[in-house]
Structures are given as C-alpha cells and as structure tokens.
T-cell receptor, first 115, second 111 residues
Framework: DSGVTQTPKHLITATGQRVTLRCSPR?????VYWYQQSLDQGLQFLIQ???????AKGNILERFSAQQFPDLHSELNLSSLELGDSALYFC??????????????FGPGTRLTVL | QKEVEQDPGPLSVPEGAIVSLNCTYS??????FMWYRQYSRKGPELLMY????GNKEDGRFTAQVDKSSKYISLFIRDSQPSDSATYLC???????????FGSGTQLTVLP
C-alpha cells in the first residue's frame, strides 16, 4: 500500500458527460501528479500541483482541469468526455519538502470507461 | 521518436533465470532514473531509484545506468513467478519534476 488513495476505483459514463476523480496524497506529501495510462499511449504525465499551486503541465487536454485543495487532496475534472478518454488515471504524490525523498508514489488508479 | 524507448517484450523466462530489461533515451537532460513494477493494471510500484551512472543493487535487483550511452537496465537474479508483471522504466530531469515513462515490458516467469 503506497499510502496514496484514489476514488472511485471504477467509473462508467457516457460521451459528453463530466466526471471528477479524487486523490489523497500520502501524509505529508506536498506534491500531486496526475498521469493517464492507455493501451496506445502508455503512461503519460498530465499535470502537477505543489502545495495548492500548479507547477507543471504535460499533455493535458483543455477539456481536463485539476486543482489541489488546502488539505492537499487533488481532483481531476474531465469534461465533454469522448470514447478516447477511456483509460486508467493515476495520481502520484511526493514529499518535496527538501528532506531528500522526492520519490513518486502511485495510487491504485481510477479506471474510466466512456461508452 | 519517443524520448524513452523500452524493449517491448513480452518476455517469458523459466524460474531462476536472470532477466535483463532495457531502456534507451534521447533527452540528455534526464538525470534521475527509476524502475517501476506494475501488476495487472494496478498502480506502479517503485523498485529502484538511481541518480548517477553505475550500478545500484537491492536484493535480487540491480539497476544500471550509462549516461554516456543513454541506456539503462534492470537485472533480476533468481527470477520468481511472483516477479511476473509489467516493468516500466521512468526518468526525469530533476527529482521534483514529472516522470517520462517507457512503454513497459511484460515479464512472465514460468514455474
């Protein structure tokens, strides 16, 4: 158990809908990363937050957005869903407090199916 | 061309074999190198984390980094059926930045 939790585990929805994925980082970790894993694209970085602020953006679509709250949990919002958005979405967290442990620990993922 | 290329597999070996998993990369800015193991589409689990060129050993696992050749490897000694999983190499330009992953190698260790 990495200590990173994600909800829900599975999500089935229809095209055009909007969903929210939730991530709680490991206790004490300041940074949260979102990744998407699909069969054709592999594991790809979407976005990083650090202590509530956006730090880096990757291949994140404009239909997707994220935020990190004061309690450090994060949400990834996916809107106007398309069939191609079906994938596993992982959240990872890391300390980044300068204590030398910057390893990213991954949660169990949310499996999104768009029908 | 992808920034990180990983031997695609799948790889099937008998129990007890030595396994070699490999990745090459094109971005010379990558400084941190990791190997993750992923079971059945569950969350990736960190196996090895290295910064410098050379070898790092942890039990049956050895990670090797050759920055001059832009090549990293993971060796698994005395492989076990429980090692059957997908292995992902990952790298980043610094420890606080996002990871760039290889496509993964699916390994099956046969009893």
């Amino acid at each position: 158990d990495s200590g990173v939790t994600q909800t829900p585990k599975h999500l089935i929805t229809a095209t055009g809908q909007r969903v929210t994925l939730r991530c709680s980082p490991r206790s004490g970790d300041l940074s949260v990363y979102w990744y998407q894993q699909s069969l054709d694209q592999g594991l790809q970085f979407l976005i990083q937050y650090y202590n509530g602020e956006e730090r880096a953006k990757g291949n994140i679509l404009e239909r997707f957005s994220a935020q990190q709250f004061p309690d450090l949990h994060s949400e990834l919002n996916l809107s106007s869903l398309e069939l191609g958005d079906s994938a596993l979405y992982f959240c990872a967290s890391s300390d980044l407090r300068g204590r030398g442990t910057d390893t990213q620990y991954f949660g169990p993922g949310t499996r999104l199916t768009v029908l | 061309q992808k920034e990180v290329e990983q031997d695609p597999g799948p790889l099937s070996v008998p129990e007890g074999a030595i396994v070699s998993l490999n990745c090459t990369y094109s971005n010379s800015a990558f400084q941190y190198f990791m190997w993750y193991r992923q079971y059945s589409r569950k969350g990736p689990e960190l196996l090895m984390y290295t910064y410098s060129s050379g070898n790092k050993e942890d039990g049956r696992f050895t990670a090797q980094v050759d920055k001059s050749s832009k090549y990293i490897s993971l060796f698994i000694r005395d492989s076990q059926p429980s090692d059957s999983a997908t292995y992902l190499c990952a790298m980043s330009v610094n420890s606080a930045r996002q990871l760039t992953f290889g496509s993964g190698t699916q390994l099956t260790v046969l009893p």
